[in-house]
């Protein structure tokens, strides 16, 4: 009888963490647009995005600028971790992250200036 009890209080937090994970994603889903340049923009469904940041000459060809592609992400307490799937290595690395009502804060995540890397502030478009 004991052990079901624990089972059974283990399955409810399991589900509540599950929850809040989907109820934080399900918030985020949609486009959002870099507020200082307006030109990098991110489209969230669930537990993948995809980072879209226009296109450029290299070599003669065009194509995606760098950091352009879909990224996988798991929430942590005050960081968001990202994979981008387009890489050789599966790493996920880590990088702050705050949301906001209509806005998201996180760590330049793509090397949008790799000189001073700062936080990049995201709008939700349609607010």
């Not at 809040?20 to 307006?38: H, Q, S, T």
């Not at 599966?90 to 990088?95: Q, V």
Request: glycine letters at 8%; charged letters at 30%; hydrophobic letters at 35%.
């Amino acid at each position: 009888m004991k052990k079901r009890s624990i089972l059974a209080l283990l399955f409810i937090v399991a589900i509540g963490f599950g929850c809040k994970k989907e109820k934080r994603a399900n918030r985020l889903n949609g486009v959002w647009i870099e507020a200082k340049d307006r030109s990098d923009t991110i489209v969230i469904n669930d537990e993948y995005f995809s980072l879209n940041r226009g296109k450029e000459m290299r070599n003669g060809h065009l194509l995606p600028k760098y950091g352009s592609g879909t990224y996988a992400f798991k929430f942590k307490q005050d960081s968001i971790s990202l994979y981008n799937q387009l890489s050789s290595c599966y790493c996920f690395f880590d990088y702050f992250f705050e949301q906001q009502e209509n806005s998201i804060r996180v760590g330049d995540f793509y090397r949008k200036n790799p000189v001073q890397p700062e936080i990049l502030t995201f709008i939700k478009e349609g607010r």
